[in-house]
């Protein structure tokens, strides 16, 4: 099998942030965790020189015709002069590139070439929420959602600002090569595997909760109980607050509800042991804290989209192992713990 191919399209006073992501994501030598890796052309959009907000020139071989060609064509953070005027030439090849069937991607403000390309019509789509009501006003055929991180359509994936290209970069890595292969990323990069919550986190004060002034104990200690029946009102205990604020606050915080959150933590908790140990799904169930193993593969369909069986096959994690160790650490602690309570 062959490399797939990310064409990265560049234009003048790019952001260097979110040109480095992508450059740090898929642009590096990782065939130790996955080989062959992916292949990186920075795709020039317009005639050079080409220099970042910093300065730095870029120099590629690389032009419009090979973003076309390429297998995921990410279009990075735009100048605002691109913003106000798309080189035409560049969205003509986006628009191409969707047609053949091609993954799209947008980092921050090149949500506006896609916008301008036709391929968010009818969408919701985000984008940096400081162009959200120009964003949004200009575009009037596009849902605008301020919220999330990043927005995937499976065709075509919008991210918000700045560090959100990490977020949408890593999840494109966990779609084609597991958890497992995202996380050892992130790990990498000393970054988290999956941020919670949405852009509102960043646009307003975060609301404080607990003696320290923070939700992120109280996430810790959820993530290393999701073995045991978990409920809000145990997590307010353990947030000192009282369930009705806990769960305002929570949601404030995150965006979605405390069950929501536990949900996602035990079906990524449960794609790690599948990719990562020889665990069978009835084990799996139980260390991820779900009732039963019909429970649990209902969920996890819902969540990942096929069934616990199906994922372990696609994404069974056996190039370079870097977290089984981890995972399988986990396993034992979990198992032992189930054991425990059966035994009393």
């Not at 032009?63 to 005027?85: E, F, H, K, S, W």
């Not at 042991?273 to 020889?278: G, K, N, P, V």
């Amino acid at each position: 099998m062959g490399r797939h191919v990310v064409g990265l399209a560049v234009t003048d006073g790019t952001p260097v942030l979110e040109l480095a992501v992508p450059c740090e994501v898929f642009g590096i030598d990782r065939s130790d965790l996955v080989d062959p890796w992916y292949e990186l052309r920075l795709c020039a959009a317009q005639p050079g020189p080409l220099r970042t907000t910093a300065g730095l020139t870029i120099d590629t071989a690389y032009g419009l015709d090979d973003l076309v060609l390429a297998d995921t064509v990410v279009v990075g953070a735009v100048a605002r002069a691109v913003q106000l005027d798309p080189p035409s030439e560049l969205v003509d090849a986006v628009r191409t590139a969707h047609s053949s069937g091609r993954r799209i991607m947008s980092i921050c403000s090149g949500a506006y070439v896609l916008a301008a390309a036709g391929l968010l019509d009818g969408r919701r789509a985000t984008t940096h929420w400081m162009n959200g009501a120009d964003f949004a006003h200009r575009f009037p055929e596009i849902d605008y959602d301020p919220a999330p991180l990043y927005i995937d359509h499976g065709d075509v994936i919008t991210s918000a600002g700045t560090g959100s290209a990490i977020d949408a970069c890593l999840h494109l890595v966990r779609q084609d090569h597991g958890a497992a292969v995202a996380n050892e990323i992130a790990r990498r990069m000393v970054v988290p595997p999956h941020r919670e919550g949405g852009q509102a986190q960043y646009t307003r004060p975060v609301l404080q909760s607990g003696k320290n002034g923070s939700l992120t104990p109280v996430l810790e200690w959820a993530r290393s109980h999701l073995h045991e029946p978990l409920t809000v009102p145990r997590l307010a205990q353990v947030a000192h607050l009282s369930e009705r604020t806990f769960a305002r606050r929570f949601r404030d915080t995150l965006g979605i509800t405390p069950l929501q959150w536990l949900l996602q933590q035990r079906v990524r908790l449960a794609q790690e042991l599948l990719e990562t140990t020889d665990e069978s799904i009835e084990d799996i169930a139980r260390q991820a804290g779900f009732a039963t193993a019909a429970t649990f593969r209902y969920h996890f369909g819902r969540v990942a989209g096929v069934p616990p069986q199906t994922y372990r096959q696609i994404f069974r994690y056996r190039a370079g192992k870097p977290e089984q160790g981890a995972a399988k650490r986990r396993a034992d602690r979990n198992r032992q713990t189930v054991e425990s309570a059966v035994e009393a």
